[in-house]
Each structure stands twice: as structure tokens, then as C-alpha cells.
């Protein structure tokens, strides 16, 4: 019950996220989330896409650096302490949280999440006693298309 996240490494200067939109777009690849984190001479954009094979392949063909992580996509309720209740399950139950990010879906009164934990099966049992269940890759494309 994961999703797959692809991290490409980007050099910090103008023009290059201008450059890999447009090498999906040219490719027909629709990115459904997308989070950037900095540094001095590069960044890390972290994407989930709604064809993460077709993406690798355009990216390896195209010269970037990228990984492949498997990541929870979690469905809250668009309400406040939605966000307090997952993270409480996890810290309560020793799960470590590495980073999340948002996205977003046609779906009314949801919100969604992307969270990077240190051990994605913990995170999937303890959130499941907690009746929260993970939103597969596949369950995600319906999400984009409601």
C-alpha cells in the first residue's frame, strides 16, 4: 500500500524545473504531487507522477540523476487536527517521520498526504488499527480523474 515518489536532482539555477516540466509535459507524463527542498547548488524535487515506469525511463533517456522511493499517500478529512492524529499514531507507536508534503484531489472534504517514514510496514499497521489506510499508486490516478 505505498506510492512511489522519484526524487531528481536538480542544479539550483533559472530555467531548470521550467525544463523538466517541460520534459514531462512533452512526454505526457501529469504529476500529481510535487515538493521541492533546496540547497546551495542543487535541489531535490520530489514528485509522484501518474506513470513513475514511463517517467524513469524519459528521465534516464533525458541524462538526470533520480531515485525511487516508496512513500504512504494517506487520506485525511479536510478538517483541523486531521494532520495531529496521524502524526500522534505515528510518533505514539516509534514511528519516525522523515518529511511529508500535500496534494490534491477532485475529491471534496479530503486532503492528502505524502509521508516519508524510516519503516513504511509499522507505519501501515499502526495507522490501519487506527481505521487510516494508505492510498495505493494505483488508487491514485482515480483521484486526478473524479
Do not use: W
Request: hydrophobic share 40%.
Amino acid at each position: 500500500m505505498t506510492a512511489k515518489q522519484i526524487s531528481v536532482f536538480l542544479e539550483n539555477k533559472p530555467g531548470q524545473l521550467t525544463e523538466f516540466a517541460r520534459l514531462l509535459d512533452h512526454n505526457g507524463i501529469n504529476m500529481h504531487a510535487l515538493s521541492v527542498a533546496d540547497a546551495k547548488d542543487f535541489g531535490i524535487l520530489r514528485i509522484i507522477v501518474d506513470d513513475s515506469y514511463k517517467t524513469a525511463c524519459v528521465l534516464k533517456d533525458a541524462g538526470y540523476v533520480f531515485s525511487i522511493t516508496k512513500v504512504l499517500a494517506i487520506e485525511i478529512p479536510d478538517k483541523p487536527g486531521s494532520l495531529v492524529r496521524v502524526l500522534d499514531i505515528l510518533s505514539e507507536n516509534g514511528v519516525n517521520l522523515e518529511y511529508t508534503y500535500a496534494f490534491t484531489s477532485k475529491k471534496e472534504d479530503s486532503a492528502y498526504m505524502i509521508f516519508k517514514v524510516a519503516d513504511n510496514e509499522k507505519a501501515i499497521e499502526v495507522l490501519d488499527k487506527e481505521g487510516i489506510k494508505p492510498v495505493c499508486q494505483s488508487e491514485m490516478s482515480e483521484l486526478f480523474t473524479r
